[in-house]
């Protein structure tokens, strides 16, 4: 690991501060918040991430890791533990989709360390990123290509990709985050300003390396997820290699609202296969006004992958992507709620 200036915030302004300094890339950003470590000290060690300066935010926990749940929405703090949020029993009643993607990530030592904040912001688990001795990686080394287009793609992306980066976004919290509408509350400098979590996460637009809207300084301080009739039938369901520890191949975070069988309202997000958290809208509006049934929830499934690309070792993920959505679908009718 390279050497490295350690500094502590004890206040928003001042991890501002310490936090704005600009760099050339996201790789190369001279500064980077530490909250949990388990994924920027990993990439250090790695020599992917060489930021000349940590700023240590542990200190904002108290004042920025509440978990609220009122009558308008669910309110969490972004530097609140992914084992806090998993367990707790009103998260867990009125918007089961956020506790169950954090319960089934990585492992009960992680998310015992891991924030909300940055779990959202983990890196891609690209092996060509990873691993600097393959110069060819755009999001890491601008320019260079994409080794990954004609390397092993298996775990790759089908959905938002294009020739720049087939990176498969990681994460499984933003996913039930894109679905039920949530805002990102960013402390820049001395005022907040929320972001539609969905415009968090870029498009890649040919520049894998530009990753999110935030700019050097910028701290996440909470999530808002507004509260809706979809938010206690949601669900999240994660298909992977092995039943725990494992990142999702495919995944997806439902919410329905259901009148009788007719699809009143459908909130869906989709994982593992896209290049950012990913909203499945034209499976909404397939399903909205209809009977949720096997073949309405497979229509719908059609229409969330229409537009998939894949690279050959990923082939299998279209169809992965369907059926994981219609068995998301099924189960969150059969809801008791
Ligand atoms: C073996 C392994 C398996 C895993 N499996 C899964 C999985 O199945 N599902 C899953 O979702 N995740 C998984 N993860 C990823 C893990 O959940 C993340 O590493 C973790 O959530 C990151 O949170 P952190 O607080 O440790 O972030 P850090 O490592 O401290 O920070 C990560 C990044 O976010 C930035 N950052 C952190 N907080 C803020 C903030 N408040 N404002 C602005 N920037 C901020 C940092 O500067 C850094 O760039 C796994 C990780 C490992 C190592
Ligand atoms: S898929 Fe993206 S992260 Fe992976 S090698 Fe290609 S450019 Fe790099």
């Known amino acids: 690991m390279r050497p490295f200036a350690y500094q502590r915030a004890s206040s928003l302004a001042e991890a ?18 530490l909250a949990g470590g388990t994924t920027l000290v990993d990439l250090m060690k790695l020599d992917v991430l060489r930021p000349a300066r940590l700023v240590d935010i542990n200190r904002l926990r108290e004042r920025h890791g509440g978990i609220e749940v009122a009558p308008q929405g669910l309110r969490l703090g972004a530097l609140a533990s992914m084992s806090d949020v998993a367990g707790d029993r009103a998260v867990q009643a009125s918007y089961p989709v956020i506790a169950q993607s954090l319960q089934l990530a990585a492992s009960a030592q992680l998310r015992n360390m891991a924030t909300l904040g940055g779990n959202v912001l983990q890196k ?3 092996p060509y990123y990873r691993d600097p001795s393959w110069t060819e990686c755009n999001k890491r080394n601008p320019g260079s290509g994409c080794a990954a287009l004609e390397g092993f793609n298996r775990n790759h992306a089908v959905l938002g990709v294009d020739r720049s980066c087939i990176a498969q976004y990681p994460g499984d919290l933003g996913v039930a985050l894109v679905a039920l509408d949530s805002q990102v ?13 969905a415009d968090l ?6 520049r894998p390396d530009l990753e999110t809207m935030l700019n050097p300084g910028d701290v996440i301080t909470a999530f808002i997820v507004p509260a809706g009739p979809w938010t206690r039938r949601s669900l ?14 495919a995944s997806a975070a439902v919410a329905l609202d259901l009148d ?24 909404e509006d397939a399903l909205v006004g209809k009977p949720l049934t096997e073949e309405t929830a497979r229509d719908a499934a059609h229409a969330a992958l229409a537009g998939a690309v894949t690279h050959g070792d990923n082939d299998y993920k279209p169809e992965l992507g369907r059926r994981t959505l219609v068995r998301a679908l099924l189960q969150a009718k059969a809801m008791e709620v």
């Open 16 to 33: 501002s501060r310490l936090g704005a300094e600009t760099g050339r890339g996201q790789c190369d950003a001279p500064a980077q918040f």
């Open 124 to 126: 891609t688990r690209c």
């Open 185 to 197: 509350i960013v402390n820049e400098g001395q005022s907040q300003r929320p972001i539609a979590f």
């Open 201 to 206: 996460h870029r498009p890649v637009d040919g």
């Open 236 to 249: 999240y369901l994660k298909v992977r290699d092995r039943e725990s520890y494992e990142f999702a191949i």
């Open 260 to 283: 009788g069988d007719v699809v009143r309202g459908a909130r869906i997000g989709l994982g593992g296969l896209a290049y950012r958290p990913w909203r499945a809208r034209e499976a």
